[in-house]
């Protein structure tokens, strides 16, 4: 069975989501985005394309928005 390009974009924009919206609070969410990024990187090389991962720019978010709340709580 072959999959079309279409169908292929749809399934790394769906995992992309997924994995944007994951907090990890255990080990089994951690689990899941093991999981989650395997195939993301799966679901890439099928498609030929190396992507960022959405996991990189989740946790530079994260880290910007703990620095905001020790500023406010200083200021």
């Given at each position: 069975?072959?999959?079309?390009?279409?169908?292929?974009?749809?399934?790394?924009?769906?995992?992309?989501?997924?994995?944007?919206?994951?907090?990890?609070?255990?080990?089994?969410?951690?689990?899941?985005?093991?999981?989650?990024?395997?195939?993301?990187?799966?679901?890439?090389?099928?498609?030929?394309?190396?992507?960022?991962?959405?996991k990189e720019v989740v946790?530079?978010?994260?880290?910007?928005?703990?620095?905001?709340?020790?500023?406010?709580?200083?200021?």
């Amino acid at each position: 069975m072959t999959m079309t390009q279409r169908s292929l974009d749809t399934l790394i924009d769906l995992v992309e989501i997924k994995l944007s919206c994951l907090e990890i609070y255990d080990k089994d969410d951690a689990r899941e985005l093991a999981n989650l990024e395997h195939c993301l990187d799966e679901l890439n090389a099928l498609a030929g394309r190396n992507a960022i991962r959405p996991k990189e720019v989740v946790s530079l978010a994260g880290r910007g928005r703990g620095k905001s709340r020790q500023r406010a709580a200083a200021g």
